[in-house]
């Protein structure tokens, strides 16, 4: 079923566009510097396979941190919960999604939780594979078959852009491998990484997965549950207490949904129950949120009482 243009939608997005001047576009990753400030559009997937969308919804960006919650399902599938758990913590931070700080003061050095790139790390070198190319290919299936997309791909140029450049990313992996919580090489995990984050699509195939978070794990349209739901239901409570960085709180009682994002200015978000959100706009607030994004969660939130709390 396509996905159908929706004007009430679109009121919404042309509110929310106005803020797209207050922010900025990631550069810190010199491929995502590229993106267009003011782009802003959404797609909202039903489990009936409706769909509604406004903005320029065919346009693709990277995953980056949204890839995190996905690569967490996929580990605890893979791993099951003790084993991951005992490398990685479930208590949000307050710090910056790169920060170094806690790290140091936990004793083990275990990352605090999945959602900031400490823990995203060890999540990745839990992926299972002979070598870098087996394990991202295997992530790559299970990102393709939640999306319901066999197309979907990464962007070598932003992959790239990020190996050239991730040397805070580095220091964390060192940092990690110090404390026997990383035992591979970093170079490889690195690549395996930034090829993760580099996954690309557009707002209609996060929507789509968004919807398989929303209904427990189940793609509502292959009627295949994908996710085991208990696992479903640790990612959304991630996304709830660190989702949204160091904005979290704010967001979790201003919009009560469960929700990631990533600096490429995606949100994916799953209202429980009820439908899956995808969204695309690059310039970002100091905490690396979508300022936009947020905004349009928030008139959307308001509007249809969207809050699960
Ligand atoms: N690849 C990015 C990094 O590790 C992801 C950050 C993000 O989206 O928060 O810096």
Excluded: W
């Amino acid at each position: 079923m396509p996905c159908q243009s929706n004007d009430e939608l679109q009121l919404i997005v042309d509110e929310a566009r106005t803020c797209t001047k207050h922010g900025r576009v990631a550069d810190y990753i010199p491929a995502l510097g590229e993106a267009k400030q003011d782009d802003l559009s959404i797609a909202v997937h039903y489990p009936d396979g409706t769909c509604y969308s406004a903005g320029d919804i065919e346009k693709k960006f990277t995953l980056q941190s949204i890839s995190k919650v996905i690569s967490l399902a996929f580990v605890l599938m893979e791993r099951g919960k003790e084993y991951v758990f005992n490398r990685v913590g479930m208590e949000p931070t307050g710090d910056p999604f790169n920060s170094i700080a806690k790290l140091e003061t936990m004793a083990p050095a275990k990352p605090l939780n999945p959602m900031i790139n400490a823990g995203a790390l060890v999540v990745t070198h839990m992926i299972k594979g002979g070598n870098v190319e087996e394990r991202f290919s295997s992530l790559l299936a299970f990102i393709r078959e939640l999306a319901g997309d066999p197309n979907v791909n990464y962007s070598q140029e932003v992959a790239d852009s990020e190996f050239q450049t991730a040397h805070l990313n580095r220091a964390l992996c060192y940092f990690l491998k110090q404390h026997n919580i990383v035992e591979e090489n970093v170079e490889e995990l690195m690549e395996l990484y930034t090829k993760q984050c580099a996954i690309e699509m557009n707002c209609l195939d996060l929507a789509r997965i968004g919807v398989v978070f929303a209904m427990d794990g189940v793609d509502p349209i292959s009627e295949k549950q994908i996710i085991p739901k208990d696992i479903a239901r640790i990612c959304k409570t991630f996304m709830v207490t660190c989702g949204m960085y160091n904005a979290s709180g704010e967001f979790a009682i201003k919009i009560g949904i469960p929700a990631k994002s990533g600096v490429s200015g995606g949100i994916m978000g799953a209202v429980p129950g009820k439908f899956g959100i995808g969204i695309f706009g690059p310039a970002l607030d100091e905490k690396g949120n979508s300022i936009a994004g947020i905004k349009l969660l928030e008139l959307l939130s308001k509007n249809y009482s969207l809050s699960m709390f």
